[in-house]
């Protein structure tokens, strides 16, 4: 009982957390068409969500595997809430990016807090069990972004997710706990590894084009094709993560990611030469769900004692991805769609290199 109360309860945190990243294409075309901002400061404004989010994460890690999850995770509750600020219309650029900044430090804490929920008390089958919760952050932004898009003001949904997050996130955060005496490397130790840094350069671009369509869909798409991208999307890449977590409980991690880029590496071709959809279903479902298949990878080389500290440092390579997926891709993209395309490809091509040499490792160790 205990163990479901704290998987629903990590998976609801996670459907707000969704709105940070899955719902910036509506921000994105809000903040344009009402408030004037250029696409490269709203692409701007997605990287330090990136970035607070990636690199605040350790922090909240390394105190939730030392003093647990809840104080942490309190503080990183009213943070993210108050991020919502941002959208006021009458402050001032600097004030949007600092209220901006700290709700995304909060989310990113709050998005380590949920997962090490899943993947500390589910060693068996920790797949499914941080996929279960990592798909609410794909889920939520299929929730809210129909009604974000009924509502066109910035505004009122500053509002109401703000009084939503002040009131819901802390009743979340208190029901969750880690279990004790748990085994595996500390993080000083774990970094200096190669396993470990072959996973963080194979995550860090793996991660381009699935932050690439959370910031730059506007860009690449238009139209009809852009309004029902928005929504499924971010469907697609919640529905992903828990099926792709347990085939990887059955074949193992590495093989469900190696098969997850290759496709994706499809995708990226096929969105290339403007195949409406399709590349858009294929990422989401297969690109999200490699953030939780890493983490489980992560446990699995690592240990489960310190994985808050391990899989946020992990986290950190999701600012390398949104350097590329956002301010590069939106870049190239305003010049030619075809080369945004074209570098998401890429950089999935160099992710599935270092998931081999990875591969080549652990059967040279074994044998």
């Known amino acids: 009982m205990l163990k479901k109360r704290i998987l629903v309860s990590a998976l609801v945190i996670m459907l707000f957390n969704s709105v940070y990243q899955y719902s910036w294409n509506v921000f994105a075309m809000y903040l344009a068409k009402y408030y004037g901002l250029s696409v490269m400061i709203t692409e701007a404004m997605f990287f330090i969500f990136v970035f607070m989010s990636t690199f605040l994460q350790i922090l909240g890690g390394y105190v939730s595997d030392i003093k ?6 309190l503080i ?26 700290g709700g995304s430090a909060g ?4 998005y380590g807090i949920a997962t090490n929920s899943a993947l500390k008390w589910h060693k068996d089958n920790r797949g499914l069990a941080v996929g279960i919760v990592s798909l609410g952050f794909g889920a939520g932004a299929t929730i809210f972004n129909p009604v974000f898009l009924g509502i066109h003001s910035l505004q009122e949904i500053s509002v109401i997710m703000f009084v939503l997050e002040i009131i819901i996130l802390p009743t979340l955060v208190l029901n969750l706990s880690y279990p004790e005496k748990l085994s595996g490397k500390r993080p ?22 699935l932050i690439s369509l959370s910031s730059s869909l506007f860009i690449l798409r238009s139209g009809y094709s852009l309004l029902v991208a928005i929504i499924i999307f971010p469907l697609m890449s919640g529905l992903g993560r828990p099926f792709m977590g347990r085939f990887s409980d059955t074949i193992g991690r590495i093989k469900t990611i190696f098969i997850s880029l290759s496709i994706v590496i499809m995708a990226g071709i096929l969105g290339a030469f403007n195949v409406p959809l399709l590349p858009e279903i294929l990422i989401g479902f297969l690109g999200g769900s490699l953030i939780p298949l890493f983490f489980a990878l992560v446990g699995d080389y690592m240990g489960e004692a310190y994985s808050a500290s391990l899989t946020s440092i992990l986290y950190t390579g999701k600012s390398i991805g949104g350097l590329i997926g956002s301010i590069g891709i939106g870049y190239v993209s305003e010049k030619s769609i ?30």
């Open 68 to 73: 647990g999850p809840r104080l942490i995770g």
């Open 188 to 209: 000083r130790e774990a970094v200096f590894t190669w396993p470990f840094f072959l996973i963080y350069l194979s995550y860090s671009l793996g991660a381009v084009p």
């Open 76 to 101: 990183a509750a009213v943070l993210s809430a108050a991020g919502y600020i941002a959208f006021m219309k009458n402050i001032n650029l600097l004030l949007r990016f600092l209220f901006w900044a």
């Open 338 to 367: 075809f080369y945004g395309w074209s570098l998401m490809v890429l950089s999935s091509i160099l992710s599935l290199l270092f998931l081999l040499i990875l591969y080549k490792l652990n059967s040279e160790k074994k044998a």
């Open 107 to 110: 989310e990113g804490i709050l």
